[in-house]
């Protein structure tokens, strides 16, 4: 299942690898790519995997998951 996510909290690229590999350590999650012009995050994910769980994983760094609202531009 395809989901997408705000990021808040990336300032380089190192950012943007940090969160790969984290959100990349979640079993079942694949794909992932981390944009830091748009700051989101787009993967895939069983449905059991939700926003709470990704949010947990990153709870130790300076960056935050939100949910993307619809219509916005990617």
């Not at 350590?25 to 993967?43: A, F, K, W, Y």
């Amino acid at each position: 299942m395809k989901k997408m996510y705000q990021v808040s909290g990336m300032t380089c690229g190192g950012c943007v690898k940090t969160v790969k590999a984290v959100l990349g350590s979640v079993p079942g999650v694949s794909n992932i790519d981390v944009s830091l012009e748009t700051q989101t995050v787009q993967l895939d994910a069983p449905a059991q995997v939700g926003l709470p769980e990704l949010q947990e994983k990153l709870r130790n760094f300076p960056y935050r998951l939100t949910e993307k609202e619809a219509g916005e531009k990617q």
